[in-house]
T-cell receptor, first 110, second 110 residues
C-alpha cells in the first residue's frame, strides 16, 4: 500500500537558520507533490506544489525539491522565524486524489 | 471572501447517535473532499466528489456516508458514531492541484 514518511516527529531549529524537512514515499507514483502548513486546531494551508517533471520550486523563503528516483522531497525554510513554527504536511497527488503524510512539527527557537 | 465553511466547529454526540457535519464553499470548485484527522496523524481521505461523481476510499467504514446536493454543499453523515470516530473532520475543495481546507469540525463522542 502507499506509504508517506516524514522525518522525525519534531524538529527544533534556531531562529535565522534553514529548516529542512523530508518527505519519502513508497508504492506510489505521484503526478505532483504538495506541502501544507497546519497550525493546532486548524485546517491545513497550501504552501507549494511541485510536479513530477520539476526538480525545484521556490516561493519567497520556501524551497521544495522533488526527486522521483529517490522518491523524496525536501522542504526548506530559509531565515527561519518563530512564526514559522507549525506542523508541515507533505501530500502526494494524482488526478483528484491526494494523500497526506502525518507531518513534521517544526519549532523555531528564538 | 471566498472560502470553505464548516459547521459546526465543535460537535458533541452520543455513542450510536447519528450526526451530520456540513461543508459549504463559495469557490465554485468542482472537487470536494472529506478527511478524518486524529491527533498527530495524517489527514485520512474518506471520500471525494468530482461534481456529482462520488469516489469512496476502499477503507472508509460503511458507517460513513456523504451527500453532495449541489456544487456548494457537501455533508458527512456518521450513522452510528463510535468512540473511535472522535476526530477532526476536514472538508476541502480543489482547483488545479491546490486544495483549500475549511477550519474543520471537531467531533466528540460520549
Amino acid at each position: 500500500s502507499q506509504k508517506i514518511e516524514q522525518n522525525s516527529e519534531a524538529l527544533n531549529i534556531q531562529e535565522g537558520k534553514t529548516a529542512t524537512l523530508t518527505c519519502n514515499y513508497t508504492n506510489y507514483s505521484p503526478a505532483y507533490l504538495q506541502w501544507y502548513r497546519q497550525d493546532p486546531g486548524r485546517g491545513p494551508v497550501f504552501l507549494l506544489l511541485i510536479r513530477e517533471n520539476e526538480k525545484e520550486k521556490r516561493k519567497e523563503r520556501l524551497k521544495v525539491t522533488f526527486d522521483t528516483t529517490l522518491k523524496q522531497s525536501l522542504f526548506h525554510i530559509t531565515a527561519s522565524q518563530p512564526a514559522d513554527s507549525a506542523t508541515y504536511l507533505c501530500a502526494l497527488g494524482r488526478d483528484d486524489k491526494i494523500i497526506f503524510g502525518k507531518g513534521t512539527r517544526l519549532h523555531i527557537l528564538p | 471572501d471566498a472560502m470553505v465553511i464548516q459547521n459546526p466547529r465543535y460537535q458533541v454526540t452520543q455513542f450510536g447517535k447519528p450526526v451530520t457535519l456540513s461543508c459549504s464553499q463559495t469557490l465554485n470548485h468542482n472537487v470536494m473532499y472529506w478527511y478524518q484527522q486524529k491527533s498527530s496523524q495524517a489527514p485520512k481521505l474518506l471520500f471525494h466528489y468530482y461534481d456529482k461523481d462520488f469516489n469512496n476510499e476502499a477503507d472508509t467504514p460503511d458507517n460513513f456516508q456523504s451527500r453532495r446536493p449541489n456544487t456548494s454543499f457537501c455533508f458527512l453523515d456518521i450513522r452510528s458514531p463510535g468512540l473511535g470516530d472522535a476526530a477532526m473532520y476536514l472538508c476541502a475543495t480543489s482547483r488545479v492541484d491546490e486544495q483549500f481546507f475549511g477550519p474543520g469540525t471537531r467531533l466528540t463522542v460520549l
